[in-house]
C-alpha cells in the first residue's frame, strides 16, 4: 500500500501518535508530497526548533520506503477535476489541499490526514 502524508499526519507520527504509527506501519510506501513538505518547513521557520525538525524530516526522507511527490503536468489535470468538482458542490478548499488530493489521485495513494475538509472528496481514499 502507498500511502500519502498530510501535514498533520506527519506531525502526529514525529508526536509517537499511535494511529500514524500504525498506518506507516502497514505501509510498504510513505509519500510525502511536495506541497507537505513545504508546509512542514514553513512551521519549522516560525518554531524554536528548525534545526531539530529539519533534521528529523531529513532522517525521516532518508528511509528508503519515502518518496516525495511532486507535482507535474499530469498533476494538473487532476488539480482542474477537483477544482470543478468541489465548485459544484460549493465545497471549495484551500489551494494546498487541492494540490495534495491531485497527488493522491494522480499515484494511488491512500491519504493519511485528520483533516475534515478531505470528506468533500469522496474519491480519495483516506485512512
Known amino acids: ?40 518547513r514553513a512551521g519549522f521557520e ?4 528548525t534545526k531539530q525538525n529539519e533534521m528529523r524530516l531529513q532522517q525521516f526522507l532518508n528511509k528508503s520506503s519515502t518518496r516525495i511527490l511532486a507535482p507535474d503536468e499530469h498533476t494538473t489535470f487532476h488539480y482542474a477535476h477537483l477544482t470543478r ?6 465545497t471549495p478548499i484551500p489551494h494546498n489541499d487541492l494540490w495534495i488530493a491531485a497527488l493522491v489521485i494522480q499515484h494511488d495513494c491512500l491519504l493519511l490526514t485528520s483533516d475534515a475538509r478531505f470528506d468533500y472528496l469522496p474519491q480519495i481514499p483516506r485512512r
Open 85 to 90: 468538482q468541489l465548485r459544484q458542490q460549493g
Open 1 to 40: 500500500m502507498k500511502l500519502a502524508l498530510d501535514t498533520n499526519a506527519y506531525t502526529a507520527l514525529m508526536r509517537n501518535n499511535a494511529r500514524a504509527l500504525e498506518a506507516v506501519r502497514q505501509a510498504d510506501e510513505v509519500m510525502i508530497p511536495l506541497i507537505v513538505l513545504a508546509e512542514l
Open 46 to 49: 516560525s518554531g524554536t526548533l
